[in-house]
């Protein structure tokens, strides 16, 4: 009643109070909520930049990268790695958080993150939910500094806040035909296995020469870095990092077999590669968090291999439709509805078919809103269902959820092909989002077919 009682512009106004609180309060809380440790930042940004800067190697601590050979033989010491795998770009703009110290810089790391994370979303809003005030807009950006993902993210010190924030406002640009702007957010987003929506919608639109522009421009800036600290050490380096971001039953280790095993009794210890001294956590307890499908086929394989060629084959296998939908809506690359649902597939693929996190589940925030759009707009179960997924995963699902479903569902019901939840609910998104990317082509075609006739 006293709602009603206020004018539209009041009622915008509290609106926009509100969310304007939400939005202080959520960056506040997140930063309190931080542990003071840095997890990543302090385990691998802030070393890597102090590294660089220094001019020595962000990937090796000791132990000469050129000659693993000899390492794996026992005729040169081990190579000490830093578990550092992001591009040598990465460790350049650590670099300027090292002048702050280690402690000042992860939050300020941190809020700069949230900041851009939160701009991004701002100025995606205005495609996904159209219809909606501004107000509204800030709203829904303040209420989602308090989604279980953003605190996955930003517990972690993630990159993954800043990638997503990046990947919108490039969006925005690319629909606002800023070219320039697209070629430096994709180039310098440091978090690489993030921008496939960005890379599927200049593919869309046939923008070949700014896929090709931004990836210049980061092969270039990445060259240059590699080049300060050392060429050949650093890129042989940085290679074994990424050889080694997964170890048999170590972080990162996407098997089912491996926790169940554990929890059987069997200690399934970390192996040490031959010719690597590894980081400090590389054995820590494995957890499936894991949101590919590698995770996911290894709940229905016994061995990695067979669960990595099932899981590619599967990836390959969704590919052809992609194509052919993507060649069926080739016309229709400055329809809107045709671009969000074709940044949502893309999304959604990236999640599945590359080795991601549950931090990374944030990237179905935006997808929350575009099949929130459609399913107001045209009621269909696959945009519904894709909201409701998202909403749930990007929003709801808290570490603890995921964990009593784990211990308390999957494990003592034996139905361990339940464990990996996060690859379960991302693959669901992905379906319901090519559902209705499929059905929308369809009634494209459908729709130019009565116009001729």
């Not at 190579?79 to 992001?86: F, K, V």
């Not at 159209?130 to 989602?144: D, I």
Request: some cysteine.
């Amino acid at each position: 009643m006293l709602l009603n009682a206020l004018s539209p512009r009041l009622r915008q106004q509290l609106l926009a109070g509100i969310g304007l609180l939400l939005l202080l309060g959520g960056i506040l809380f997140n930063l309190a909520n931080a542990p003071r440790n840095g997890q990543d930042f302090s385990a691998f940004y802030y070393k890597a930049g102090a590294r660089f800067t220094a001019g020595l190697s962000p990937y090796v601590f000791s132990g000469d990268p050129l000659r693993l050979h000899d390492a794996e033989l026992g005729l040169a010491p081990p190579i000490a790695i830093t578990g550092n795998g992001y591009p040598p770009l990465t460790s350049a703009l650590m670099g300027l958080f090292v002048p702050l110290g280690e402690t000042v810089g992860q939050y300020v790391f941190l809020l700069i993150s949230l900041v851009i994370f939160c701009l991004g979303l701002w100025r995606f809003l205005p495609y996904a939910l159209p219809s909606w005030s501004r107000a509204a807009h800030l709203f829904v950006v303040g209420a989602t500094t308090f989604a279980s993902s953003v605190r996955w993210s930003a517990g972690q010190y993630q990159l993954s806040l800043l990638a997503l924030g990046l990947v919108c406002l490039a969006f925005d640009a690319e629909l606002r035909q800023q070219t320039v702007a697209v070629i430096l957010l994709t180039a310098f987003n440091l978090k690489i296995t993030l921008i496939l929506p960005i890379v599927g919608l200049l593919l869309l639109r046939r923008r070949i020469g700014v896929l090709v522009a931004a990836g210049a421009l980061s092969i270039g800036l990445n060259l240059c870095c590699l080049s300060w600290t050392g060429f050949l050490e650093s890129y042989a380096g940085w290679r074994i990092n990424v050889a080694n971001y997964i170890i048999v039953n170590g972080l990162n280790y996407p098997s089912v077999s491996t926790l169940v095993a554990r929890i059987h009794g069997d200690p399934a210890l970390a192996v040490i590669p031959p010719g690597i001294a590894m980081y400090d956590g590389f054995g820590y307890y494995y957890y499936p968090e894991g949101t590919h499908w590698v995770l996911l086929m290894s709940a229905f394989f016994t061995t990695l291999k067979a669960a990595n060629w099932a899981a590619a084959i599967l990836a390959a296998f969704f590919v052809l439709p992609l194509a052919w939908l993507g060649w069926r809506l080739r016309g229709d690359s400055n329809d809107r509805e045709t671009l969000l649902r074709w940044f949502a597939v893309w999304t959604c693929f990236g999640l599945v078919c590359v080795t991601h996190l549950k931090y990374d589940l944030l990237m179905l925030i935006p997808v929350c809103f575009i099949a929130l759009r459609f399913t107001l707009e045209q009621r269909k179960f696959a945009d519904g269902a894709l909201a409701l997924t998202s909403f749930v995963t990007a929003y709801c699902l808290a570490a603890r959820v995921a964990t009593k479903w784990i211990y308390g569902v999957a494990i003592p019901s034996k139905q361990y092909w339940l464990i990996p939840i996060y690859s379960h609910l991302a693959t669901l998104a992905f379906v319901f989002a090519l559902w209705g990317l499929a059905v929308h082509a369809l009634n494209r075609a459908q729709t130019r077919r009565m116009t001729v006739s």
